[in-house]
């Protein structure tokens, strides 16, 4: 019996706007058909609105994370950054703000993030191109 490897990527959205977490994940959804058809890469989705949620879960150890930088209740993204890496040091970070210039000002360098995407007209566009360019990086032989 031939064992077929499984290559994966498990992304997670950590974003407290109701709105903006459903529209996250469906563009993210619409990136994963896109892809499968050009490849055999099973994509995992976990979408949040609670940093609690997302740490009863960091077990799945992430390998791209999207986080909202200002959670409210004086939360930011830099207290997530942390507990992904350790469960997952490969794992790429990207914090969205609509406040990139405060968001760079704030994000210490041993927390920083591998990638800032504001959120604007084009924001849903560059979730998708990061996560194809990491599955170009993790897998290039589907190139």
Do not use: W
Request: a neutral charge; proline letters at 2%; glycine letters at 2%.
């Amino acid at each position: 019996m031939i064992e077929i490897k499984t290559r994966q990527i498990k992304i997670v959205v950590l974003e407290d706007n109701s709105f903006y977490n459903k529209l996250i994940k469906a563009q993210i959804e619409k990136c994963f058909a896109k892809h499968n058809t050009n490849s055999d890469i099973e994509f995992k989705l976990n979408v949040y609105q609670h940093v609690e949620d997302l740490y009863l879960n960091l077990h799945h150890a992430y390998d791209i994370a999207f986080i909202d930088y200002f959670l409210g209740s004086g939360i930011t993204g830099n207290v997530v950054i942390p507990p992904l890496k350790q469960h997952n040091s490969a794992c790429k970070v990207a914090l969205m703000s609509l406040h990139e210039q405060s968001v760079n000002r704030l994000t210490e360098n041993k927390n920083k993030a591998e990638a800032f995407i504001a959120k604007d007209g084009k924001s849903l566009q560059r979730i998708c191109d990061f996560i194809h360019l990491y599955a170009k990086e993790k897998y290039p032989e589907l190139s």
